[in-house]
């Protein structure tokens, strides 16, 4: 991934660049319970979902913000089966998912990221996306791969192309 902004580009910009979290929005990334969504999804199927069979069940979990964007971005769109797994695909941000995001998107090979640096991470940051006072979304990418090598001591920036 090229970033005209560099190491300045804003860390939530990357993700919603990228394949993995294409266009979730700041809400989606920061929900917390997207497994549950996950199973009523794998539950009911996607037609049933898109048939709006469980609107209550959904618009319960999800909270009124977010249920709201899925019937935007879902249900009024002309390929609802394919905006439904972009949906649910763009519901919470981890430490993995940090870790997948600079695995396709910059290279970064995975045997960097052993068992004990993503024990690290998890035991540093435990309310992750949420890092002290505010979210790695509020960071630019340069200072959320700073607080990742602080943490780890790996050294990612010079093997990034950024």
Do not use: C
Not at 115 to 128: G, N, P, T
């Amino acid at each position: 991934m090229k970033l005209e902004n560099g190491w300045e580009t804003s860390f939530l910009e990357v993700v919603q660049n990228s394949e993995f979290k294409k266009d979730a929005i700041l809400s989606q990334l920061l929900f917390a319970d997207g497994e549950e969504v996950e199973e009523l999804v794998d539950d009911y199927g996607y037609e049933e979902i898109i048939e709006r069979e469980h609107d209550d069940e959904l618009a319960e979990v999800l909270g009124e913000e977010l249920f709201d964007e899925m019937e935007r971005h879902v249900f009024l769109s002309s390929k609802p089966e394919k905006k439904l797994i972009s949906f649910v695909n763009g519901l919470g941000f981890h430490v993995l998912d940090w870790i997948v995001l600079l695995e396709t998107e910059f290279g970064i090979d995975s045997a960097h990221f052993t068992s004990d640096a993503v024990k690290m991470l998890e035991k540093r940051f435990r309310q992750f996306p949420y890092i002290e006072e505010k979210t790695v979304f509020d960071m630019t990418f340069g200072e959320a791969i700073d607080a990742l090598e602080s943490v780890t001591g790996l050294q990612l920036k010079e093997k990034m192309n950024v």
